[in-house]
């Protein structure tokens, strides 16, 4: 397990230009060291090997078929159609040219 020194610490707070005073040194290492703890787990489980993650990635592929389909029922929804298109207000005007 990783183990961070009081010595290291206070090298650590003045490279990063931190304040730390004598009260709070025993907390700050109690804090690194959980931190330390943890990255040290996760660097373990990282290294698992593929093959014994209980997941696995794959894609799905289908073919591409276009199936002809009747636009009337969905154009009947919308409140004005014209040549199969849905037709809405005009929300961008255009400069004159």
Do not use: C, W
């Not at 230009?17 to 907390?27: L, R, S």
């Not at 199936?67 to 154009?75: A, Q």
């Amino acid at each position: 397990m990783a183990h961070i020194s009081k010595e290291e610490l206070l090298k650590l707070a003045r490279i990063s230009q931190i304040a730390v005073i004598d009260d709070e040194i025993e907390g700050l290492l109690s804090s690194l060291q959980d931190v330390l703890s943890y990255a040290e787990r996760v660097k373990e489980v990282a290294h698992i090997p593929l093959e014994t993650k209980a997941y696995r990635n794959s894609n799905v592929m289908r073919k591409d078929i276009v199936e002809p389909t009747d636009p009337e029922p969905i154009l009947a929804l919308g409140p004005s159609v014209e040549e199969h298109f849905f037709v809405v207000p005009a929300i961008v005007q255009h400069p004159k040219l």
